[in-house]
Structures are given as structure tokens and as C-alpha cells.
């Protein structure tokens, strides 16, 4: 216990932080995609709760949400250019759109995937093909741009999905490929710091999770064929475990001291390894009870929720890896967010929000209503796949250009 307090304090000293109901960039400011508000509707009236705002040209694509300071960053397609897009949060206004690269085609549906990061005056965004920009947050204004494929990276099937980490002075990225996995650049001009030679895997579509173990900062990365730590100093590889991973590895690595959780989707299941100080790493159990696609995991106490390929919504035993309970039937399959002590799911095929318990004891519902209107710009093998975030009080969603905005507190 002692341990992890240490390392989750000298993790938080070494990057940024934000205001507390503020989500600066993927999975929230701590990585665990754990809304820390309280205060919220406890139900939802038979309608939902009440929409504040409707913005109806956001732009194609499945980027999520970084706010920060009232302001709402994501990004989309508009003709044939990827937009990094900043929006008022209160009243759904935009405020600026900055060019990031061309338009990436996609069977599934074109644009980008990635969700912004903010950190001081900077956010940074990359687009489906793997262009990185960094731009001033108050006014758009492009600082720098670097290309993940001249760094050595290949276009994966779904593009470029990754939310890339800053951390002080570096902004972390995974172009994969032949020059090495992870790439560490200058915030300040984009020049490279570092980049990881020992490790060689193509990117796939998680994205960088910062952590210290054992007193040494690391940032650990999921590919397709490996789980990795990477000396944050350096990019020296300080341990790898073997994945097995089929077509798309997704999910982001959940952290707890020297502890590792991943989940992939395609029949392929999860694990949690061990770290040790010398760098080995023993499975603590490996299973197909968590066999998550893409809509996430959340770990809340001693238990992870996610939707599972097969057995549908289920609560899993952090320790033993066991399933607690599973819930099919009620909500399909979606994305999952949690605040206040509720999760909300994200039903991909027909756009219901459903808020229940977060809950070891079983499926509890506290609520629905059907996302309307809905995009009829959506490519016929797309879904509603965009992760919804609270933040300040507001619930956001989105389905590809229409961009919604929600009360969450009556």
C-alpha cells in the first residue's frame, strides 16, 4: 500500500495537473478514465437528462473530447482535411479549427480517431495518417506538425488512433515501425529527444499510459505481439511481455503500482502481469472473461467493468481475474465512461445512453433515453463508437458531426 501511495504521488508531481472537473485528454487527467465529480442526477427522468446544447458540424470521424477551461477540443473531417476544433462547452460555439492533414479513408467510416491533448497553452492532436501538430489552445495557431510515417511508422488498418501523452517537456508518441516503437519528442519545436530502437512493433490503436515503478518513471505501450515499459529518460526497453493479439489491439493498459491490466478484443481475452524490479514479468492470471473490442475498461476499487464479446457487461474480480457478474440483454454493446458513482454505457447500434450502478453486487439500471437526432452521414459499417466524458456537470456524446451536450445535474 505504502508503495503504490509513493509512486501514484511521484507520478502526479512529474506531470501536469488540471482542475479537478477539467478532462485534458484521453481517459481523463490520471489515465484512469475516472470522473472524480459529484453532485450528479442519481436518476434520469424517462427523456434523459436535459440537453443544453446541439452542435451539428463538428466534422466526420470518432474522436473524443479533451476540456479544459471552458473550452471543448476534438477533431473531424470536413471535405477532404482533418480539423483539430475547439468549441465553447457551455454553449456548443466553435471558436476555431486548425488544419491537421489530409482526409483517411476508411471502410468502418473517414477521419480522424484520436482525442486531443491539452497541457498549458498547447494542445496537440494527430490525424488518421499519423500527422501530429501542435497548436496554441486559445487561438489555433499551428507551433509544429511531425509525420509518424517519416518517423518509420506503417498506416495501420484503421489509421493512426493514438492520443498521444505530454509529460513535462516531451510529447509521447507511437509511430511504430523499423526506427522503433515509441518516439519522444520536444514539445517546444517537435524535434525527437529519443526513440525506441530495442522495440520494433508496428503501432496499433492503444494509446501511452506514464507510470513510476519500483522508483523508475516508465511510459508502457500495448502493440500487437507485446506490453512494454520504456525508460522515460531514454527509451531504453526496461521489460516486455508477449501478447497475442488479433487484428486490432485497442484498449489502454490499466496501472496499479507494479500491476499491468489489458484486455483485446477478437476472441483474444485479458491478463494482468507483475512487474518486478529486475524487470521480469509473471502473468498473474491470464483469461476470456474481459474480451473488450474497443468501448474500454474501467477499474473502480477492486473490480473492472467493461463489455465483454460474448458474455456482454461484466464486472471483473481485479485480483483473482474471475467473473463477478455479466449482463447481456439489457444494453448492447458500446463504450463505457463512469462518474459520481454510476457508469454509462453506450449502446454503439442504437444510441442508447443507459446509466447504471458502478457495482459489484449486479446490473443495475438508474436510467435511459435514445441519443436524437442521429448522423445520416454515417458510414453503413459504423457505429456510435465515440467514448462519452463528464466534465463540469455535462455529459458529452457524440455521432460523427453532431456533437451533443447534457446536464448532469438537473
Given at each position: ?186 514539445r517546444r519545436d517537435g524535434s525527437t529527444l529519443w526513440q525506441s530502437s530495442q522495440w520494433k512493433d508496428n503501432a496499433q490503436y492503444s494509446s501511452i499510459v506514464p507510470t513510476v515503478m519500483h522508483g523508475r518513471k516508465q511510459y508502457v505501450q500495448l502493440t500487437q505481439k507485446t506490453l512494454a515499459g520504456v ?16 487484428v486490432a489491439v485497442i484498449p489502454t493498459p490499466i496501472i496499479e503500482g507494479n500491476e499491468v491490466y489489458i484486455a483485446s478484443g477478437y476472441g483474444v481475452g485479458c491478463k494482468k502481469v507483475s512487474v518486478s524490479a529486475n524487470g521480469k514479468v509473471t502473468d498473474v492470471w491470464v483469461n476470456k472473461v474481459m ?120
Open positions: 500500500m505504502k508503495l503504490a501511495l509513493c509512486q501514484t504521488l511521484a507520478l502526479s508531481l512529474c506531470l501536469t495537473t488540471a482542475v479537478a472537473d477539467d478532462w485534458p485528454r484521453w481517459r481523463g487527467a490520471d489515465h484512469t478514465d475516472i470522473s472524480n465529480e459529484n453532485g450528479l442526477l442519481d436518476s434520469w427522468p424517462s427523456n434523459g437528462p436535459k440537453r443544453v446544447w446541439l452542435n451539428k458540424d463538428i466534422g466526420l470521424g470518432y474522436s473524443s473530447y479533451s476540456i479544459v477551461d471552458g473550452k471543448l477540443y476534438t477533431m473531424g473531417l470536413r471535405g477532404s482535411t482533418e480539423y483539430l476544433i475547439a468549441v465553447d462547452a457551455n454553449s456548443g460555439r466553435e471558436l476555431w479549427a486548425t488544419e491537421v492533414g489530409r482526409l483517411y479513408k476508411n471502410n468502418w467510416g473517414n477521419g480522424p480517431r484520436s482525442t486531443p491533448t491539452v497541457d498549458g497553452n498547447d494542445v496537440f492532436a494527430m490525424g488518421g495518417h499519423g500527422d501530429l501538430i501542435c497548436a496554441d489552445r486559445n487561438t489555433g495557431h499551428k507551433k509544429w506538425s511531425r509525420s509518424m510515417i517519416k518517423a518509420g511508422g506503417k498506416l495501420q488498418s484503421w489509421g493512426y488512433t493514438e492520443s498521444v501523452l505530454v509529460d513535462g517537456n516531451a510529447v509521447i508518441c507511437t509511430p511504430g515501425g523499423k526506427k522503433g516503437t515509441m518516439l519522444a519528442l520536444n525508460n522515460a529518460k531514454t527509451g531504453d526497453v526496461l521489460w516486455k511481455s508477449p501478447w497475442q493479439g488479433r474480451k473488450n473490442h474497443h468501448g474500454g475498461v474501467i477499474r473502480v476499487g477492486d473490480h473492472l467493468y467493461g463489455y465483454s464479446d460474448g458474455p456482454g457487461w461484466v464486472c471483473q474480480d481485479w485480483k483473482t481475474g474471475e467473473e463477478v457478474w455479466a449482463e447481456k440483454r439489457a444494453v448492447r454493446k458500446g463504450a463505457i465512461a463512469y462518474a459520481d458513482g454510476k457508469f454509462i454505457l453506450q449502446d454503439e447500434t442504437r444510441g442508447e445512453i443507459v446509466l447504471i450502478d458502478a457495482s459489484p453486487k449486479g446490473f443495475k439500471e438508474r436510467g435511459r433515453f435514445r441519443l436524437t437526432p442521429q448522423t445520416t452521414q454515417r458510414s453503413p459499417k459504423g457505429k456510435i463508437w465515440t467514448h462519452i466524458v463528464v466534465s463540469n456537470g455535462k455529459m458529452y456524446v457524440r455521432d460523427q458531426e453532431l456533437l451533443f451536450c447534457f446536464d448532469m445535474k438537473g
